[in-house]
């Protein structure tokens, strides 16, 4: 048995790699992940990979900061101390807009980001879960569980054949920073 | 994008050149002279700390001249930053990729030096937290929300906020970069900074909604921002400053004044770090353009103020604009219309809009004129007010001066540091650019015939303007 813990194409042209996952996906072989040191546009599609939430969290947490702020306005200016001035009407709507619009503004990008940050696992002091350290500069990674995806060579020449520059049998998932 | 034999790890290689090396000669010459300016900054903004807003040279009459000068002309600097970045992504222009990192961290910096404005103008600035609504010991007497200056400070602090938080999350995947290339305390230190960032397909696929959600949502927080700036003028009764056209005047300005600080410094940013090849003659054309139009909407709304202040017939605003052109401060009036109005125009020429040298001269000019603008409308509207026996001039100490040199020293010195620590392109959106928007994409499609001869015949012509292109290369195409 081999040690092998997962398999890595290595590509140093993104048109290449998508031929890879077209390869493994036609030989139904399963893909673990994909680092890329940029966005594959039309990469989702291919790996049907929904398309994210985040919008809809976006919204909420916009809704949110509304709420919040036009009732610290409400309570603070016409609630618990309403003031006269020049006998207007303390509940002033239009002076209250840019308030509810800001705080919108930054409950909306704050809670998404946030949301994002937490979805993905990233935070600062987080491990790098690296597992080829060119997947940053200019490699276009394919990794495989090599885990009842036998046999490895037929995987490694799947990779070859779209035109992989190298494929990695690593014994250890993710490149350790020591 | 320029350049022959590009590839992707050439672009990480030039971008992190100035990182990932020890700083050379230019940069310590400029480091050491804007820490010095910073310094200047720490010595006026402490004296005026100390002894508060007597230091300053502002009188019972002139209650807000230079602060305000100050503060209003970063905020504008900082705009065109989320411009670059927010509204040219919304409009999927791609152009923006490789100057979008530098007008950022530019905007961050610009808005910092602009709150210390805010700050200090409190004259108590430990009690700073009394702009925020909170419970007290007057009854509880909260904050007045009908007041403009109350929308600044939910602007401004929501505008630096999610600038920062934009800026910050388009860094994290060029963080990774850098972090895995380092080695040892350098690796540590990036890591941190780079949250754990792999750039796995899940990752990315986020990482492009949020980015556009941002992008999104900051274009209209951009035009809020200057929009409230501009309403702590319009909602006074100061002739000269009570005005409907203020907010777009304000926006318009505030693009103009960003887009010739990005000039300013993108400029050199590009000869020193050597990245002709991905700040590009149509960048700095573009941009050209750009500065010529806002500058043309400003020059618009010039005139139509002066305008409006004849044909509204109220006297005492006739007589503010009027003193503006003629009065005591007609040098500061007619200093701005010639840095703002006139000398854009220049710009209509294609070949003073590809002179290098020349743009960088004139953004400075544009930079010098908006800040003039920003006198004009605050010294010269307030000096003269209802009462003559209580007009007064207004005359800066050298602690007004201090300050706002200071002020530069410091935006200097952060923007210093951080071509230093961070990279100045954003390297994974730059290669985005290499198969598609590249002139070595470009060429390929020629040689291999995809293109009509007098498509190649266009884009050889429109080449001779980029001085990172060698024409020779198309002699034979």
């Known amino acids: 048995m081999s040690k092998t813990k997962i398999i890595l194409g290595c590509f140093d042209d993104p048109d290449d790699m998508m031929q890879g996952i077209t390869n493994l996906q036609k030989n139904s072989v399963p893909i673990y992940d994909i680092y890329t040191p940029m966005p594959i546009h039309g990469i989702e599609a291919k790996m049907g990979v929904k398309d994210s939430r985040l919008g809809y969290a976006a919204f909420c947490f916009g809704c949110l900061g509304l709420t919040v702020i036009t009732s610290i306005v409400y309570y603070t200016l016409v609630g618990d101390w309403p003031q006269n001035i020049g006998g207007k009407p303390s509940f002033a709507m239009p002076d209250f807009i840019p308030f509810m619009f800001e705080w919108t503004i930054l409950f909306t990008a704050f809670g998404m980001t946030l949301t994002f940050f937490a979805a993905t696992h990233l935070f600062p002091g987080r491990a790098p879960r690296v597992m080829d350290l060119r997947a940053t500069d200019d490699r276009f990674i394919i990794a495989v569980d090599a885990k009842g995806n036998i046999p490895h060579d037929d995987i490694t020449n799947l990779l070859k054949d779209a035109g992989a520059v190298e494929v990695k049998h690593n014994e250890r998932k993710y490149v350790s920073y020591e | ?477």
């Not at chain 2, 003039?372 to 000096?383: C, D, K, N, P, Q």
């Not at chain 2, 003559?388 to 706002?404: E, H, K, L, N, R």
Request: contains cysteine; charged residues 15%.
């Open chain 2, 1 to 477: 994008m320029t350049g022959k034999d590009m590839t992707y790890a050439r672009i990480t290689n030039e971008i992190l050149l100035p990182v990932e090396n020890k700083p050379n000669k230019a940069w310590w010459i400029g480091f050491i002279v804007s820490a010095l300016g910073a310094m200047l900054w720490v010595v006026s903004i402490s004296l005026t700390f100390w002894y508060g807003l007597g230091e300053w040279g502002l009188n019972k009459t002139v209650g807000w001249a230079w602060d305000i000068t100050g503060f209003v002309w970063w905020v504008g600097i900082g705009h065109a930053g989320t411009l670059i970045s927010a509204v040219l992504l919304v409009f999927s222009q791609n152009w923006r990729n490789s100057i979008n990192r530098s007008a950022e961290a530019m905007t961050i910096f610009a808005v910092i030096c602009a709150a210390t404005y805010i700050v200090a103008h409190m004259g108590r600035p430990w009690l700073a937290y009394f702009t925020l609504p909170l419970p007290n010991q007057y009854g509880s007497l909260w904050v007045n929300w009908n007041s403009a200056l109350m929308m600044d400070v939910f602007a401004i602090s929501t505008y630096f906020s999610v600038s920062l938080l934009f800026w910050y999350t388009g860094l994290l995947p060029d963080i990774a970069s850098i972090r895995d290339r380092a080695k040892g305390l350098r690796r540590r230190i990036y890591s941190i900074l780079s949250f754990g960032w792999t750039g796995s397909l899940k990752t990315w696929q986020r990482f492009e909604t949020v980015s556009l959600i941002l992008a999104g949502i900051s274009t209209p927080l951009v035009l809020s921002v200057h929009t409230i700036v501009s309403f702590d003028f319009a909602t006074s009764l100061e002739p000269g400053w009570h005005t409907t056209i203020f907010p777009p005047y304000f926006v318009a300005g505030a693009i103009f004044s960003g887009f010739a600080m990005v000039q300013t410094l993108l400029l050199v940013t590009r000869k020193v770090l050597g990245l002709e090849n991905y700040i590009t003659m149509f960048h700095i054309e573009s941009m050209n353009k750009i500065i010529l139009l806002t500058g043309s909407i400003v020059g618009v709304a010039y005139i139509t103020e002066f305008f409006i202040a004849w044909y509204s017939g109220v006297e005492y605003e006739q007589y503010a604009f009027i003193n503006r052109a003629t009065g005591p401060y007609w040098w500061a009036y007619w200093s701005m219309m010639s840095c703002n109005v006139i000398s854009p125009q220049l710009f209509w020429s294609s070949k003073l809009r590809r002179n290098i040298p020349f743009s960088w001269a004139l953004s400075i000019v544009v930079n010098i004129g908006m800040w003039f603008e920003r006198f004009v409308i605050i010294v010269t509207s307030l000096h003269r007010d209802y009462i003559p026996s209580s007009w007064a001039m207004f005359y800066p100490t050298w602690v007004d001066v201090g300050v706002f040199i200071g002020s530069i020293g410091v935006f200097f010195t952060l923007f210093l540091l951080f071509i230093r620590v961070l990279p100045s392109v954003a390297i994974a959106e730059v290669k985005l650019l290499l198969k598609t928007a590249s002139e070595q994409a470009k060429m390929k499609q020629i040689k291999e015939g995809h293109l009509e001869p007098a498509e190649v015949q266009y884009y050889k012509e429109s080449l001779t303007k980029y001085d990172s292109v060698d024409m020779a290369d198309y002699e034979n195409v």
